[in-house]
């Protein structure tokens, strides 16, 4: 499923100043290339769209600060998460074609793409070696360096997309672990990848699989939903690892 304002809109060529985590590098370039976004579960896609909405005290002291010299109201994150929540509608999806995704956890993958000339010269450059803390050793591509939560971080994931989207083989997209469980898979596919998408439908909780993936990430991060109803009991996302490395997956549900 997708799960956006409009999920059958391809992604625009106009990014915001935080570009999303494997877009292309080159802002200007004429044969840039763009990339949607989802995840196997509902739950999963949700976690990665409402993490910018988590209570965050310092920024709350400073809008207060803000909204109190103008002399508006304390701005409510309760209306903020249901703002958001109202306008997003959610369609199932699927690939109509065979597809190859490549797993950017794999150690295979990461070995190729810690030399590659649009990933290795960020990891060598004073900024790699202070974010990646290897002192006077060259720092390498690992786990950690595709999970790191900053601007650096995001620099890395961009150039390793750019390094897969110029491989002679034409993968589809990247297969990658939400930072926020890495249980939850999610995917990022090149826009050379067919995706045919279902009739979409308003995010709802009178719609049970909606209620609960709200409720569960509204429950851990301690998020005010208001209209939702009944608190919920968290469920964990799907833990099976799909098998991205190889060709021939035709068919999933996924989010965006």
């Known amino acids: 499923m997708a799960c956006a ?4 809109a391809a992604p625009a060529r106009e990014r915001a100043s935080w570009p999303n985590r494997f877009d292309d590098p080159r802002p200007n370039a004429e044969n840039r290339y ?3 976004y989802f995840a196997t579960t509902l739950r999963g896609g949700l976690l990665e ?3 910018w909405l988590r209570p965050d005290e310092q920024a709350t002291q400073h ?3 803000v909204a109190g010299a103008g002399g508006d109201k304390e701005p409510q994150l309760a209306d903020a ?3 958001y929540l109202a306008t997003r509608k959610v369609a199932m999806c699927t690939f109509p074609n065979e597809v190859l995704f490549v797993d950017i956890h794999a150690p295979e993958a990461l070995a190729v793409l810690d030399t590659n000339l649009n990933v290795e010269p960020l990891l060598t450059a004073p900024r790699g070696r202070v974010a990646l803390g290897e002192g006077n050793r060259r720092p390498h591509l690992d786990q950690a360096a595709v999970l790191l939560a900053s601007s650096f971080g995001r620099d890395v994931t961009r150039h390793c997309s750019l390094a897969i989207w110029d491989a002679e083989a034409l993968y589809s997209g990247i297969a990658y672990r939400s930072r926020h469980d890495l249980v939850e898979w999610c995917w990022a596919a090149f826009d050379r990848t067919a995706v045919e998408f279902a009739d979409s439908a308003q ?9 609960e993936a709200v409720g569960a990430v509204a429950e851990m991060w301690q ?3 208001q209209g939702w109803g009944r608190p919920v009991t968290r469920r964990r996302g799907n833990s099976r690892s799909p098998m991205v490395r190889s060709a021939g997956v035709r068919h999933y549900s996924s989010l965006c």
């Open 81 to 83: 998460v249901a703002d």
């Open 49 to 51: 769209a409402l993490a």
């Open 5 to 8: 304002r409009c999920p059958r």
């Open 203 to 211: 995010l709802s909780p009178d719609v049970e699989d909606h209620f």
């Open 223 to 225: 998020l005010p939903i």
């Open 34 to 36: 763009l990339v949607r």
């Open 63 to 65: 809008l207060q600060v």
